[in-house]
């Protein structure tokens, strides 16, 4: 068939889907929104109400700052699981973006007011935007490729360039923006490249008609049904049990530690219960195998993302306060360092994915769990960088900038190694009537990591920051080298789910050796 006989959502351009530059695009303007919020978010909390060329901030404490940082950082991620269950009910996953899109266009609209009852409602609007938007783009990616379909893994890792892309702009940007008009200026930014986005969202719906559509209920018996799980989950004593001492337990962190996380608890109850009954609902032991190997992947993602979201508070707070930022008679404003992560992901995505790539032709280990694990190692690694910062502040009163360009190196490749794999693991073992919900545990997992790093941040101010980093070096180095010791079952667990595109992946190889001749 010729190019101009296809319907514009078979082209394609480069060798992949033109739908997913469509994607890329409105996710990089998302991200740019999103990370120009999550990098001023902290400085401008800490900053005092009165004396600052930025405008006045709101003069919370560090320990307050962070709390709140943590908070909406998880909320943004955790809302990714009624994000999926809505699409998946009620609207489907292309109007979900749609809506979420311009929900995040309307918070960042608010958050350009100075009032303190504007700054809350934005961010509330931006927890619930991202909630339907975050999930259900990377879950239409997926639905671009067939099952198999060797591009796949590659059109996540162009689609994670765009994440970063948005991550840069925002971030050499924003800094800039701040510093000469204010704060508030910044938050406009944001609301002006989301409107952008959702724009070449409405665009390039034509070349989207095949993925993201709402599939109505059928009644057929495959159907799921959320409410129908949790009926189930009283028809058994060990279930109900299960389900009691969780609930149990939630009370408890309500009563010990507040209503806030005693929702938190109620609301890990609620989704632990559901993941429980889907997982006895598999009607098949290879799916149920691979559906635990999932979940087991999702406690490297939270561990990962709670060391690595420090970029976004403590280490953020400690370039403010503790580093040397002149570079030839100009200081670099704090939120710039942001960008040293995405920048070094669009210069190492490529390279990064062909060593795996390589790797796996050649018939060495690359499985994504042992991406992942090996990407934790790596992340972990980064903040030995910022343990020699700690101990040259300790003993001079500032520290060089090269260790934050280090740190953020190691990170970045760490990330390589776990974020887009992760996402592409997902599609690859999750069932398909599934897979907006388990891309929302994936993210909902994403935001437990992130309060995980405001908690850990916070306690920087009782424990100091040399330790709290020399504690991530530790910790995370220890449970990369677990995952790695428990590979082989875990793998056996998958039942060959990336077998296929290994054997496509030499077949194609092949078949250029042959090109070649």
Partial sequence: MSASALKPHQKELFGQPIGLYILFLTEMWERFSYYGMRALLVLYMTTQTMGDDRGP???????????????????????????????DKIIG?????LYGAIILCLGHGVLVLTDIWAFYTGLGLVILGVGLLKPNISTMVGGLYKQGDIRRDKGFSIFYIGINLGSLLATLTVGLVVAEWGWHAGFGLAGVVMVIGLLNYIAGQKYLTEVGNFIPSTNDEN??????????????????MFAGILLVASLIGWYTMGWSYG??????????????????????????DRFLVLLLSFIMVIIFWGAF??????????????????????????????????????IFATGVASVWAKRKLKGKEASSLFKMALGIIIMGFGFLFMVFAAMEFDKSGTSSMIWLVLAYLFHTIGELCISPVALSFITKLAPVKYASLMMGVYFAATGLGNKVAGIVGESASE?????????????????????ILILKPLKRLTHGAEESERILKNEEAEGFELADN
């Fill in 223 to 240: 159907e799921v049904s959320y409410g129908d799980l949790y009926s189930k989950l009283f028809s058994s004593p060990k279930q109900l």
């Fill in 463 to 483: 424990f100091g920051e040399l330790t709290i980093f020399s504690g991530i070096v530790i910790f995370t180095v220890i449970i990369g080298l677990l995952f």
């Fill in 263 to 288: 929702l938190l608890f109620l609301f890990l109850t609620a989704i632990a219960s559901l993941l429980m009954m889907i997982y006895k609902e598999l009607d098949t032991q290879i799916f149920k």
């Fill in 93 to 97: 996953q292309k109007r979900a973006v």
């Fill in 309 to 346: 979201e420090q970029a976004g508070g403590l280490m953020n707070l400690y370039t403010e306060t503790n580093t040397n930022r002149m570079l030839f008679g100009w200081e670099i404003p704090t939120v710039m360092f942001q960008s040293l992560n995405a920048g070094f992901i669009i």
């Fill in 57 to 87: 901030g709101l003069g919370w404490s560090n320990q307050e700052a962070l709390a709140l940082y943590g908070w909406y950082t998880m909320l943004v991620y955790v809302m990714s699981i009624p994000g999926g269950m809505i699409a």
